[in-house]
């Protein structure tokens, strides 16, 4: 007896960790910040450029967000020549290769935004993904702290473009000249120095309770899994605690380069009216090495829910810093250089929240229907003088044996405004059948009978075949879609 053929096994649909699907309602609202921000940094003189998501390693450099050693961090994978490549892990490295490729063609200084996704090799958990969206400004061939006071404004202009009202953020400023005086003055060797950097940066998620655990032994976090310290004796944790949090007489020489740019920064705040946006704050430190100066951050100061009903607040949406040394890395000269990146993805769930982008879908396209299967030509017709006319419309194409309820209720499930039927008779007369889909979704909730039968006539009626654009924008314009 043959054997039975072995039934093909099904392949798992299954998201890797760390990532997450989009619908149409998270796109549209991307798409709305996305122009939104692009408008305030073209307002700033700052223009486009794109650049691949893929770059060769040892161009993206050590700076990498989690690790000390190139290929931790980050997704990499090797050529068909053995070349080592890896996914951007940020939009700044890139920036710098291009920069350096294309150094005679630029008018210095140059000011570049450019915007899309990130790719972190990083043990996802809650809000932190594995692939998330930035979109970043760049002045690169100023040296002068005006264009990181620049950066700065341009953040707080961004916010409030975005919605977010006046208090309900902050920029904050540091440098990293401060830290680095700071762990000089307790004396930190050079390679514990990135560690201490990475942890010092966690202070708003971790506490500084957290913070003290990674500049000592370790931490295990919730989910067990243990994290090594920078290993610093108890002496050194102190003194980069008092450094942190502003204790008086601890934070290193007043006369230092890190304090003096950020006197200058602050006295340029003040005179451009954005000092109750912009602060000073000695916590600030951003977690990746190539930062040489001012580092700063974009931090949202109000408080949410979360499942449990606790208090939370976002925290930081955007950052960025002075990287003197990182074009040079390719150049073998000075080539200073300061940016500004958003956080797309997470800023988008704030603005969420705020009521400031829509979390529901955008309506539908028309549904025209179809009646007769024999008449495709004629409704496919009414589709296309629809699309001319700039309004979204679909032809069903779903079984042709389905019936006009079964049609319908497709119509309902794209979100349709309206969908429009022509049977034999209203073809006779030059006419079509317009259903107003939202407007009979509230019939159900209509207790009046009055006010229900003048609902229902307004929810189906005639108009020429002829008049059907008309008819369809005089209907979306009573529901404000256009």
Not at 329 to 340: D, S
Not at 476 to 482: E, M, P, S, T, V
Request: hydrophobic residues 35%.
């Amino acid at each position: 007896m043959a054997d039975k053929p072995s039934k093909p096994q099904k392949v798992k649909a299954r998201l890797p960790r760390g990532l997450a699907d989009r619908g149409p309602a998270e796109i549209a609202a991307t798409r709305h910040m996305v122009e939104a921000i692009r408008v305030v940094f073209e307002r700033y003189g700052f223009e486009p450029v794109e650049t691949p998501a893929i770059e060769y390693t040892d161009a993206l450099g050590k700076f990498l967000p989690d690790q000390d050693r190139p290929n931790e961090g980050v997704f990499s994978f090797q050529d068909d020549d053995e070349q080592w490549l890896s996914l951007r892990y940020d939009l700044t490295a890139p920036l710098a290769r291009y920069v350096a490729e294309n150094f005679q063609n630029l008018a210095l200084p140059y000011r570049s935004y450019r915007f899309g996704w990130v790719f972190r090799n990083e043990k996802p958990g809650p809000g932190r993904f594995r692939q998330f969206m930035q979109f970043d400004a760049d002045t690169v061939g100023a040296a002068s702290m005006v264009a990181d006071a620049e950066m700065c404004m341009l953040a707080a202009d961004t916010m409030e473009a975005l919605g977010i009202p006046r208090g309900s953020y902050v920029v904050k400023v540091n440098n990293r000249k401060v830290l680095d005086g700071v762990m000089d003055q307790v004396h930190i060797t050079p390679e514990k120095r990135l560690t201490t950097m990475r942890a010092i940066d966690k202070l708003d998620r971790l506490g500084i309770e957290g913070v003290k655990m990674l500049l000592g032994k370790g931490r295990k976090d919730e989910s067990g899994d243990f994290t090594k310290g920078a290993e610093l004796s108890d002496s050194q944790i102190a003194g980069i605690v008092a450094a942190i949090t502003g204790t008086p007489g601890q934070t290193g020489d007043a006369r230092g380069p890190g304090e003096l740019e950020l006197s200058e920064i602050a006295t340029l705040m003040r005179s451009a009216g954005y000092d109750d946006r912009v602060r000073i704050d000695k916590t600030v430190v951003r977690g990746l090495e190539y930062y040489t100066g001012p580092v700063y951050e974009v931090e949202l100061t109000f408080e949410i829910k979360d499942e449990k009903g606790r208090p939370v607040r976002f925290g930081s949406v955007g950052g960025g810093g002075r990287y003197d040394g990182l074009v040079s890395r390719f150049r073998g000269e000075p080539v200073p250089a300061t940016g500004f990146s958003i956080g797309v993805s997470r800023l988008q769930a704030a603005l969420t929240h705020l009521g400031k982008i829509s979390g529901n879908p955008a309506p539908g396209p028309v549904v025209v229907t179809v009646f007769d299967r024999d008449r495709v030509a004629d409704y496919q017709r009414m589709v296309s003088a629809l699309r001319t006319a700039n309004i979204r419309a679909e032809l069903y194409l779903g079984n042709p044996k389905n019936n006009l309820g079964t049609q319908l209720k497709y119509a309902d499930r794209r979100g349709a405004p309206c969908a429009i039927i022509q049977g034999g008779d209203e073809k006779a007369r030059g006419e079509v059948q317009i259903k107003d889909l939202i407007l009979g979704a509230t019939l159900t909730d209509t207790k009046d009978r009055e006010d229900y039968l003048k609902k229902q006539a307004e929810a189906q009626f005639a108009a020429k075949e002829d008049a059907l654009i008309e008819a369809v924008r005089k209907l979306l314009a009573r529901h404000k879609l256009i």
